[in-house]
């Protein structure tokens, strides 16, 4: 033991801190390789799909700034602050007086975040700006910011999504006018101005109220009561001055009452939400702050007060509890009481739910991109990792194991990447039209002329990506997490969180739950392809048969002679399952028509990406996606001695064991019954 020094808390061997680089970065004039100046090279790939070539100044400037923005100290600081420092409720004022002023309290860390995004412009890219040219998809660029900043925002994205899923609501009636709700048009004109403002000072989030306890996706069973007021009821209001929002426009002529048991955005502007009316369920816009009727000489010194220095409450808005979540943290989720909320009907009564589907096509893809934005950053951080970290006296970027594991989820991440900017960018077609957005781009090729084309495109594949992107990017994080051995499993919040995965993994484990768990994008994708309404015609051949076959007519079939024959294969075998399997068994099988639709979908974007430049690491990330989706040839669905009955019999075996066999009998009976 002579000459064997002890280490010690100040000596001895210490690990280096990996150094994460920007995610985007500016190409270099004259570079040969316009995508290897960024650490996130399909990023820079996908925009250079989507987006004019070369990529426009201000986005181009906007995108390399901000990837530096979302990894500077104090941002972090912010992260680790919003996660740490967790919003609480007050219910009450000092003498047992229910606080309707500021009863929720939420960190610095949170609102500093929110202020960065606005900023930022995670909602506003998305909609006209003032200077900013229309001859691109805006879509792209916004999601794009995105998805430098998931990694960073600690969720502060959720009350952007909803914000964001409400502007495209209010813009469709931006054009409507007051009918029988006196001041609704303008106030709607201001909100949907306020929800898409670059600017701080001005800008509004939005909540979007749906879940009640009776249910999460289904809100046919909603138990929220709207009514009209009476005239005298308006009358009173309008005496005690109790008529105007915080900002002085009118309140609706409405009273919402009701339960909502999950509230992502309980400190926003102002809510849509669903309610119960004499003609069904219905749409609703309510300002979440009122005016008192108090003036600011005779108000409580307690109460709070906004610019025009008029004090203000709550809008019937209770708040019950917080919820504690596994991740999320800094994110004020709550279960709210409402109770004579001034509200505005959306639209026309009875049409909540049509009214509302616009949102849930923004707030999925925005679940989906928040599972791939945070992968992107735990495998950034995987990858900063494996260049200083030594194992056995040689750093993991020698490890062939390591290096080939590695490997494996970064081809995963890029599939996803390309699965979600697909959707982002069929989204924006939608809105400015395919040749606003496609003209002098490669995307001119995989965005269909046909509008009809995109918005049926568009529907189908929303619910896919949800639904695999935000799956993949639970186990791709978690693989990340691995990779940093017990480094990883910690919750690193010193030098700044940047190595924090375990942050990562228990906040994008929300996605695949969030706006509709995986089974609910299931159905809502046989929906499409099954459609009852549509008789002899195949729904998935027109809409998706017709976009694969011409997206795959561009690819290289000297680089992909293989791979082309098994998508061809495997898109085969989903047509079959969808054409040939009746509706019962179709909606048992429903995640295999999701793992269906995003192998052939993703696998064609990947070989279409890489026979743009025939770059040799986006060729080979295309053969490996293709290899890990191809079916053996002679595993056809059409299996003729296949006994359904017996097969979901076996499920409930395995899953319930055999105490649950006395219930087997009934169950296939029902089952067959059906068939």
Same mark, same amino acid.
């Given at each position: 033991?002579?000459?064997?020094?002890?280490?010690?808390?100040?000596?001895?061997?210490?690990?280096?801190?990996?150094?994460?680089?920007?995610?985007?970065?500016?190409?270099?004039?004259?570079?040969?390789?316009?995508?290897?100046?960024?650490?996130?090279?399909?990023?820079?790939?996908?925009?250079?799909?989507?987006?004019?070539?070369?990529?426009?100044?201000?986005?181009?400037?906007?995108?390399?700034?901000?990837?530096?923005?979302?990894?500077?100290?104090?941002?972090?600081?912010?992260?680790?602050?919003?996660?740490?420092?967790?919003?609480?409720?007050?219910?009450?004022?000092?003498?047992?007086?229910?606080?309707?002023?500021?009863?929720?309290?939420?960190?610095?860390?949170?609102?500093?975040?929110?202020?960065?995004?606005?900023?930022?412009?995670?909602?506003?890219?998305?909609?006209?700006?003032?200077?900013?040219?229309?001859?691109?998809?805006?879509?792209?660029?916004?999601?794009?910011?995105?998805?430098?900043?998931?990694?960073?925002?600690?969720?502060?994205?959720?009350?952007?999504?909803?914000?964001?899923?409400?502007?495209?609501?209010?813009?469709?009636?931006?054009?409507?006018?007051?009918?029988?709700?006196?001041?609704?048009?303008?106030?709607?004109?201001?909100?949907?101005?306020?929800?898409?403002?670059?600017?701080?000072?001005?800008?509004?989030?939005?909540?979007?109220?749906?879940?009640?306890?009776?249910?999460?996706?289904?809100?046919?069973?909603?138990?929220?009561?709207?009514?009209?007021?009476?005239?005298?009821?308006?009358?009173?209001?309008?005496?005690?001055?109790?008529?105007?929002?915080?900002?002085?426009?009118?309140?609706?002529?409405?009273?919402?009452?009701?339960?909502?048991?999950?509230?992502?955005?309980?400190?926003?502007?102002?809510?849509?939400?669903?309610?119960?009316?004499?003609?069904?369920? %219905?749409?609703? !816009?309510?300002?979440? &702050?009122?005016?008192? =009727?108090?003036?600011? *000489?005779?108000? @409580?010194?307690? /109460?709070?007060?906004?610019?025009?220095?008029?004090?203000?409450?709550?809008?019937?808005?209770?708040?019950?509890?917080?919820?504690?979540?596994?991740?999320?943290?800094?994110?004020?989720?709550?279960?709210?009481?409402?109770?004579?909320?001034?509200?505005?009907?959306?639209?026309?009564?009875?049409?909540?739910?049509?009214?509302?589907?616009?949102?849930?096509?923004?707030?999925?893809?925005?679940?989906?991109?928040?599972?791939?934005?945070?992968?992107?950053?735990?495998?950034?951080? %995987?990858?900063? !990792?494996?260049?200083? &970290?030594?194992?056995? =006296?040689?750093?993991? *970027?020698?490890? @062939?194991?390591? /290096?080939?594991?590695?490997?494996?989820?970064?081809?995963?991440?890029?599939?996803?990447?390309?699965?979600?900017?697909?959707?982002?960018?069929?989204?924006?077609?939608?809105?400015?039209?395919?040749?606003?957005?496609?003209?002098?781009?490669?995307?001119?090729?995989?965005?269909?002329?046909?509008?009809?084309?995109?918005?049926?495109?568009?529907?189908?594949?929303?619910?896919?990506?949800?639904?695999?992107?935000?799956?993949?990017?639970?186990?791709?994080?978690?693989?990340?997490?691995?990779?940093?051995?017990?480094v990883g499993y910690c919750e690193n919040n010193e030098d700044g969180g940047v190595m924090n995965l375990a942050r990562l993994l228990r906040d994008t484990t929300v996605n695949p739950i969030w706006e509709g768990t995986t089974s609910v994008m299931a159905e809502d994708v046989l929906?499409?392809?099954?459609?009852?309404?549509?008789?002899?015609?195949?729904?998935?051949?027109?809409?998706?048969?017709?976009?694969?076959?011409?997206?795959?007519?561009?690819?290289?079939?000297?680089?992909?002679?293989?791979?082309?024959?098994?998508?061809?294969?495997?898109?085969?075998?989903?047509?079959?399952?969808?054409?040939?399997t009746d509706s019962v068994q179709l909606h048992w099988r429903g995640r295999e028509v999701l793992d269906h639709i995003e192998a052939v979908v993703s696998a064609a974007l990947l070989m279409f990406d890489a026979t743009l430049d025939q770059d040799e690491i986006a060729v080979a990330?295309?053969?490996?996606?293709?290899?890990?989706?191809?079916?053996?040839?002679?595993?056809?669905?059409?299996?003729?001695?296949?006994?359904?009955?017996?097969?979901?019999?076996?499920?409930?075996?395995?899953?319930?064991?055999?105490?649950?066999?006395?219930?087997?009998?009934?169950?296939?009976?029902?089952?067959?019954?059906?068939?």
């Open positions: 033991m002579a000459g064997l020094k002890a280490s010690s808390s100040s000596s001895g061997f210490f690990q280096a801190l990996p150094k994460v680089p920007p995610q985007y970065s500016s190409p270099e004039p004259n570079s040969q390789n316009k995508h290897e100046a960024s650490d996130d090279a399909v990023l820079s790939r996908v925009l250079s799909i989507y987006l004019p070539s070369p990529l426009p100044q201000h986005i181009q400037s906007h995108l390399h700034n901000f990837s530096r923005l979302v990894l500077s100290p104090s941002t972090l600081q912010y992260t680790v602050d919003c996660d740490t420092d967790l919003p609480t409720i007050h219910q009450l004022t000092t003498f047992g007086e229910e606080n309707k002023v500021a009863p929720l309290r939420t960190s610095e860390g949170w609102r500093m975040l929110k202020l960065i995004e606005t900023k930022a412009g995670v909602v506003g890219y998305g909609y006209p700006q003032s200077g900013i040219p229309l001859e691109f998809n805006r879509r792209v660029h916004q999601y794009a910011t995105l998805h430098l900043w998931h990694g960073s925002a600690a969720v502060a994205t959720c009350p952007m999504a909803m914000t964001d899923g409400a502007a495209a609501l209010l813009r469709r009636h931006i054009d409507d006018s007051d009918g029988d709700q006196p001041g609704r048009a303008k106030v709607l004109r201001d909100s949907y101005s306020r929800l898409v403002s670059l600017d701080p000072e001005t800008s509004w989030t939005s909540g979007q109220w749906m879940t009640e306890r009776t249910g999460g996706s289904d809100v046919r069973g909603t138990e929220t009561v709207a009514r009209r007021l009476t005239q005298s009821e308006l009358d009173a209001d309008s005496v005690a001055r109790r008529d105007k929002d915080a900002h002085g426009q009118p309140l609706g002529p409405w009273t919402v009452d009701g339960f909502k048991w999950f509230s992502s955005a309980t400190d926003a502007d102002m809510a849509v939400l669903l309610a119960q009316t004499d003609k069904g369920l %219905s749409a609703f !816009y309510a300002p979440l &702050r009122r005016q008192t =009727g108090l003036s600011p *000489s005779t108000a @409580p010194s307690t /109460l709070t007060t906004q610019a025009s220095d008029v004090p203000t409450e709550m809008n019937g808005v209770r708040i019950q509890r917080l919820k504690n979540k596994l991740g999320t943290k800094g994110v004020p989720t709550a279960e709210l009481e409402l109770k004579g909320m001034r509200a505005y009907l959306i639209g026309t009564q009875g049409q909540g739910i049509k009214e509302i589907s616009s949102i849930l096509n923004i707030t999925r893809l925005h679940t989906a991109g928040g599972g791939t934005g945070t992968l992107a950053r735990a495998l950034a951080v %995987s990858r900063a !990792y494996t260049q200083v &970290r030594k194992v056995k =006296g040689t750093f993991l *970027s020698e490890n @062939p194991q390591h /290096l080939a594991w590695m490997a494996g989820e970064t081809v995963k991440y890029h599939a996803n990447a390309h699965l979600l900017f697909l959707g982002v960018a069929l989204l924006g077609a939608s809105e400015q039209s395919q040749p606003a957005v496609a003209s002098n781009t490669p995307s001119a090729t995989i965005i269909p002329q046909d509008a009809t084309a995109v918005a049926n495109l568009l529907r189908l594949l929303t619910p896919v990506a949800k639904a695999q992107c935000s799956l993949n990017a639970v186990s791709g994080v978690r693989a990340c997490m691995e990779s940093l051995g017990g929906r499409v392809v099954k459609n009852p309404r549509v008789k002899n015609k195949n729904v998935l051949d027109d809409v998706l048969g017709t976009w694969l076959r011409t997206v795959l007519a561009a690819v290289s079939s000297d680089l992909f002679k293989i791979e082309l024959d098994i998508v061809q294969t495997r898109y085969r075998a989903l047509n079959e399952l969808v054409r040939d990330v295309a053969r490996r996606y293709v290899k890990s989706i191809a079916l053996p040839r002679h595993k056809l669905y059409s299996d003729r001695n296949f006994d359904f009955a017996a097969e979901v019999r076996l499920d409930r075996l395995i899953f319930l064991g055999r105490s649950s066999s006395a219930a087997d009998a009934s169950l296939v009976a029902s089952l067959q019954a059906k068939l």
